[in-house]
T-cell receptor, first 112, second 114 residues
């Protein structure tokens, strides 16, 4: 089955540094979405990139998508302590009603 | 800013009991979803709901599960006879329309089955 898989599993950086995490998936997608989850809390939608897009920006976030390699990356620039969270990619298959398939996530810790 | 709400935030129930988890999606959204996250595991899709019927469901969503939109605002997930393995965080999500794919999640209901 199609899944998003993030890499690395965990990332520890200092404030001001950039954080990059990757996501790989297996089958055709309509779009790919990135979410953030603070410990024990809900999922916050960060950014969506459609299958015909290659790059998208939102504030300090930059997402790329390479459909030929079936991979995406999320870059958080100038990280802050408040960026400490788990980050998940979720793929929306081309033939679904919006069923999102999530990866296991990347746990990011930003130290002041 | 509109948001998805869920009640209760935490539900403890005994094995075999029925539970109903409630969600109020964002008011003008048309697509509704339930997901669950067992502690330490991935978020898993359960069911999608559109135009008052299930549009897609996963293997997890067996006969013990049902969803309903009893009025214009609530969206519920019922588990008829809970099992220990149903213990998880359950998330409701909603989406605006056909061409708008972002899903907005509620804060979740933590279900503990003892």
């Amino acid at each position: 089955s199609q899944q998003g898989e993030e890499d690395p599993q965990a990332l520890s950086i200092q404030e001001g540094e950039n954080a990059t995490m990757n996501c790989s998936y297996k089958t055709s997608i309509n779009n790919l979405q990135w979410y953030r989850q603070n410990s024990g809390r809900g999922l916050v939608h960060l950014i969506l990139i459609r299958s015909n897009e290659r790059e998208k920006h939102s504030g300090r976030l930059r997402v790329t998508l390479d459909t030929s390699k079936k991979s995406s990356s999320l870059l958080i620039t100038a990280s802050r302590a408040a960026d400490t969270a788990s980050y998940f990619c979720a793929t929306d298959a081309a033939d679904s009603w919006g069923k999102l398939q999530f990866g296991a996530g990347t746990q990011v810790v930003v130290t002041p | 800013e509109p948001e998805v709400t869920q009640t209760p935030s935490h539900q403890v129930t005994q094995m075999g009991q029925e539970v109903i988890l409630r969600c109020v999606p964002i008011s003008n959204h048309l697509y509704f979803y339930w997901y669950r996250q067992i502690l330490g595991q991935k978020v898993e899709f359960l069911v999608s709901f559109y135009n008052n019927e299930i549009s897609e469901k996963s293997e997890i969503f067996d006969d013990q599960f049902s969803v309903e939109r009893p009025d214009g605002s609530n969206f519920t997930l019922k588990i008829r006879s809970t099992k220990l393995e149903d213990s998880a965080m359950y998330f409701c999500a909603s989406r605006l329309q056909d061409t708008s794919y972002e899903q907005y999640f509620g804060p979740g209901t933590r279900l503990t089955v003892t």
